[in-house]
Structures are given as structure tokens and as C-alpha cells.
């Protein structure tokens, strides 16, 4: 997520580091490379211009250029702007109707359906009702794939089929739901591969029956300035209450997420980070920018942990850390935990200081792979008393596992060091934090 950024980032804060005073030429030469950056990440020009010119403005002030830290302090005003340009803090959810309307609009292939599920499912956890509407009749297999997901997530759906005009689905789902007793109608509407007046025609006629708490307005963040102009053209025609950026977890330069609340006035409310249903996020602008500048994201890494096991399953994992009885059952479990969290290079990404590029973003997958092979090679005996495997074991989970003697090796030793240093920090601690990497 937005690392060409984060590296053009680094490099301009590092130049700064490296002069043992820093002046206002000195400012003025990170500027021009920060306006340099934004350009080529595709974020709006005038954006670009009002962002640099505050932060310029602020950076040669006496309190940074005194400071001991002057980096530190500029760091710290790049951060600020940037979560101005945001829009400053995370925004509300309306869903006070009964049933709550959410319209959810867009271009073709943005990632609308996709959206509504992964709303959907979020809503279904938080221990709402709601009911997905499939009014896409124009795509081929549109109403196919949002009926698909909904079984995945186990959520109810409404799709009486392509044949039926869109202002009549949307009146028999809110009869449906009214029925059924849902408190929310997710409407997944139909896009275009361009802006055209039938769609919004359509859009509008939607809006006046369903009457929505939310028009959600989903766009490709890989599609820059692109996506900016979109949005503008929506707000114009039909009005939207907030947006979704989607595809957040490829290769993002970075344009529409740092201009469309710019440019158009309306938050981003949701972010979408991957192909699950549950790679879901609401937007909070000053974590975003914190990931940005590679200060990472620590609070989103901590929910994404919690998510996956409870207050109960954290307390056994602390006794069994704190009795040496945690074993490689436990550790693969562990993984198991974690592999549901996202992808790993997404995970290390919240890490503060944590760089992947260069490295290749599957290595850990590939090795954590490795590990689950090995574990899985073993008897149930052997996960629960490693200290048992000896040679001619190791060789037969080599075997099994496909992997060399020496893997088996090194991941039994590493084992043991991550059972001493969880100890350890068991005992300096006094209480195993809910947020430990493997809890």
C-alpha cells in the first residue's frame, strides 16, 4: 500500500537527516522534492500545490529550524497535512432508518459487489440484519456473483432476476426486508465503463424510492486522478455520502486517496485490502497517513488480532507460555491465527520501520508455508514434546515435509529461542499483552 510513496518519503526525510543543521534552502529543496512525489503518485496538481504550500509555510518556521530534531518536527507537519488532506477524522456510519438504505454506485469493475458483501458480512458480525439487493441486471453474471458471496457470508440476498425493471426490485426488497424483519438493504447498483446519462437516470430513480441513509460511492484506487474525476462527475449528478477505495492492497500510487476528499468534500469512509470478504476497513485519515510516512499502523495491527480470539483463548495462551508448556501444536495454531489476519506483507506493513520492498512480499508466505509443512509432518506426539525428535526423526519430517534436514533444524531451534524469549518477556511483564504477535 502506497510504498513507492513511502520510499520517496524516506529518502526525502533522510536527506534531511543527514545535514547537521537543517535551513530554510534546505526546506525549501525537501518541498520541491515532496511536490515531486505527490505529482508522480498522481495526486491532484492543485492539491498538491495548497499541501506543499502549508507545509513549506510551516516547516520554515523558528520552532523546526531551532529544533534539535528538525526532521522530527517536519515528519510530524507532513503528518498533519496529510491527515488534513484526508479529512481530518474518521466519520460516522448513518444507519438510523428502518430499514437503513445504503446505495452502493460506481464504474464497472471498481469493485462494487464485492463491497456490498464485505459490508454486509461486517454488519452481520456487528449483529445487524441486513439484506443484499442485487440491481446490477445489466452485467453478465452481476446478480450471479452477489448471490454467490452472500451465501458465503450467510447473509439473506434479494434477487428476483434481470427480467424485473431495477425500481421494482428495489420496492420488493423493501417489502422483503420489512417482512423479514432486516434493518439495513444493501443495494448493489449497475455501472458503466463510463459515465453516461441512462445510468444516472437510473441512479437518481433509485435513490427517490429507496430514499438511502448512505450513497456510497466506490472507486479504484489504482486509477489515480482518474478516480477523482469520477467522483466529481458523481457528485454532480446523483450526490454521494461518503467513498470506498478499493484495491488498496495492490500497487496504489496514491492519487485518489490524497484528492478525492480534496476535490470533492466527501470522506472516505471505507477501505477495501484484499479479495476476502473480510479485507474490510474503515478509513481512519491519521492512521493512513501514519502508513504513508512508514510510521505504520500499530491500533489496525492490534484490531486485526483481537478479531481472531478472545479473552479466554489469550488467558490459556499465558498460562502455557508461563508453565513452558506452550508447544508446536500451539504454534501452528498461532499461524493458523494469523494467516487469517491478512497477508503477511500487509501485517509487517503496519510495523513501524518494517520494509519489504526489496525483499519480495512472499518470502514470508513462502517460509511460513515451510513451517506449517514441517509441523504438519510431525506426530501429534512430537508438536507436544519436540525435545523427543531426534535424527532420524528429523530426517523422516524432512522427507515427509519436502524440505531439507536442515530446515527441520533450524525451525526446532528457533522454537526454543521463541519459547525462552516469550517466557522471558512473560516474567518481565507480569501479564502477557493481548496484542503479542502470536496471541
Do not use: W
Not at 154 to 172: E, M, Q, W
Not at 215 to 225: A, N, P
Not at 406 to 426: A, G, I, P, T
Request: proline share 4%.
Amino acid at each position: 500500500m502506497f510504498q513507492d510513496l513511502n520510499d520517496k518519503f524516506a529518502r526525502i526525510f533522510k536527506e534531511l537527516r543527514g545535514h547537521g543543521k537543517v535551513r530554510e534552502g534546505h526546506i525549501k529543496d525537501a518541498m520541491r522534492e515532496v511536490r515531486r512525489a505527490l505529482l508522480e503518485a498522481d495526486v491532484n496538481y492543485k492539491v498538491v500545490k495548497e499541501l506543499v504550500g502549508r507545509i513549506g509555510e510551516r516547516a520554515v518556521g523558528r520552532k523546526v529550524l531551532d529544533s534539535l530534531t528538525p526532521d522530527q518536527q517536519i515528519i510530524k507537519i507532513v503528518h498533519e497535512e496529510l491527515v488534513h488532506i484526508f479529512g481530518e477524522s474518521p466519520v460516522s456510519f448513518n444507519l438510523s432508518g428502518s430499514p437503513a438504505g445504503v446505495m452502493v454506485v460506481g464504474l464497472q469493475g471498481a469493485g462494487k459487489t464485492s463491497f456490498a458483501a464485505k459490508l454486509a458480512g461486517q454488519m452481520r458480525k456487528k449483529g445487524r440484519k441486513p439484506l443484499l439487493v442485487a440491481v446490477d441486471v445489466y452485467r453478465p453474471a452481476a446478480v450471479e456473483q452477489l448471490v454467490v458471496l452472500a451465501k458465503q457470508i450467510d447473509v439473506p440476498y434479494y434477487a428476483p432476476g434481470t427480467d424485473v425493471p431495477v425500481v421494482d426490485i428495489v420496492k420488493g426488497a423493501i417489502r422483503e426486508a420489512k417482512k423479514g424483519l432486516h434493518d439495513t438493504l444493501i443495494v448493489d447498483t449497475a455501472g458503466r465503463l463510463h459515465i453516461d446519462s441512462r445510468m444516472m437516470a437510473e441512479l437518481v430513480s433509485i435513490k427517490k424510492v429507496l430514499r438511502p441513509e448512505e450513497i456510497l460511492l466506490v472507486l479504484d484506487s489504482m486509477t489515480g486522478q482518474e478516480a477523482v474525476s469520477v467522483a466529481d462527475e458523481f457528485k454532480r449528478e446523483i450526490d454521494f455520502s461518503g467513498v470506498v477505495l478499493t484495491k488498496l492492497d495492490g500497487d496504489t500510487r496514491g492519487g485518489a486517496a490524497l484528492s478525492v476528499t480534496a476535490v470533492t468534500g466527501r470522506p472516505i469512509k471505507f477501505a477495501c485490502v484484499g479479495e476476502k470478504v473480510e479485507d474490510l476497513e474503515p478509513f481512519y485519515p491519521d492512521r493512513m497517513a501514519g502508513r504513508i510516512l512508514g510510521m505504520g499502523d500499530v491500533l489496525s495491527l492490534v484490531e486485526k488480532a483481537q478479531a481472531e480470539i478472545d479473552d479466554k483463548q489469550a488467558r490459556e495462551l499465558e498460562q502455557k507460555i508461563r508453565k513452558e508448556s506452550f508447544t508446536l501444536e500451539d504454534f501452528l495454531d498461532q499461524l493458523q491465527r494469523l494467516k487469517k489476519m491478512g497477508p503477511l506483507d500487509q501485517l509487517l506493513g503496519m510495523i513501524p520501520g518494517m520494509k519489504l520492498k526489496g525483499l519480495g512480499s512472499d518470502v514470508g508466505e513462502k517460509e511460513m508455508k515451510k513451517i506449517e509443512a514441517i509441523i504438519r509432518s510431525m506426530t501429534p506426539e512430537e508438536r507436544r514434546l519436540p525435545h523427543m525428535i531426534d535424527g532420524s526423526r528429523r530426517k523422516r519430517i524432512a522427507a515427509g515435509s519436502g524440505n531439507s534436514i536442515q530446515d527441520v533444524n533450524r525451525l526446532l531451534n528457533q522454537f526454543q529461542q521463541m519459547r525462552k524469549m516469550m517466557k522471558r518477556f512473560s516474567k518481565a511483564s507480569g501479564k502477557m499483552p493481548m496484542n503479542f504477535p502470536f496471541s
